[in-house]
C-alpha cells in the first residue's frame, strides 16, 4: 500500500523495539471530555512508605486510570483518569482511591481543553501520496475523529466511576 517491503518495516520496527525506542499503547480516547460525555483528570498519588509497587499495580487494573506513571518531585504517581461525570469522578477520589490501603493523598486536576490525543498524532514523515492511499484505504485521518467512543458507565454504589 505505501510501496515498502513489509520485510523492512517489520525488521525495523523490531529493532527499534528491541532497542526501546518505539512500543505501543493505547488509551480511550479524550472525545469523551471534548463532546461533553465525560471528563478527563489527572491524579496526583503520595504513597505511604513501601507501598508504590502494590498501590500501582492496585490502580493499573482499575478500567477508568488510562495510564499510572512512577514520577519524581512532590507526589509518587500520576494517573491519567476517565470518568463519566464529576461526581463520579469525586466519588472515585473521596471513596476509591482515598479509601485504598497505601495511598495518603491524592491531588485531581481537570482537563478543561484536550489539544490533541494520540490518534491524532503524526510524525510528518510519510509524503502526501501516502498519505492518500493510506485515506483511501480507510486509515484514520488526523482531521476526523477515530472510531466512535467507548461508553462508560457509572455505577450507582461503589468507589470507581
Do not use: K
Request: glycine share 8%; with cysteine; proline share 7%.
Amino acid at each position: 500500500m505505501l510501496g515498502l517491503d513489509a520485510v523492512t518495516v517489520a525488521r525495523s520496527r523490531h529493532r527499534l523495539t528491541e532497542a526501546g525506542a518505539a512500543w505501543i499503547s493505547c488509551s480511550p480516547t479524550p472525545a469523551l471530555a471534548a463532546t461533553g460525555q465525560g471528563l478527563l483528570a489527572v491524579a496526583e498519588v503520595d504513597c505511604a512508605g513501601g507501598s508504590l509497587l502494590t498501590v500501582a499495580r492496585a490502580l493499573a487494573e482499575l478500567p477508568h486510570v488510562t495510564a499510572v506513571e512512577h514520577v519524581g518531585g512532590d507526589r509518587d504517581l500520576l494517573l491519567t483518569v476517565m470518568a463519566t461525570e464529576l461526581a463520579a469522578l469525586t466519588h472515585w477520589v473521596t471513596r476509591g482511591i482515598g479509601a485504598m490501603q497505601g495511598i495518603v493523598a491524592t491531588r485531581t486536576h481537570l482537563a478543561n481543553t484536550i489539544y490533541t490525543e494520540g490518534s491524532r498524532w503524526r510524525l510528518r514523515a510519510l509524503d502526501r501520496p501516502r498519505i492518500a492511499r493510506l485515506a483511501e484505504a480507510g486509515a484514520p485521518r488526523a482531521d476526523t475523529p477515530s472510531s466512535p467512543s467507548p461508553t462508560w458507565t457509572t455505577p450507582s454504589s461503589g468507589p470507581c466511576p
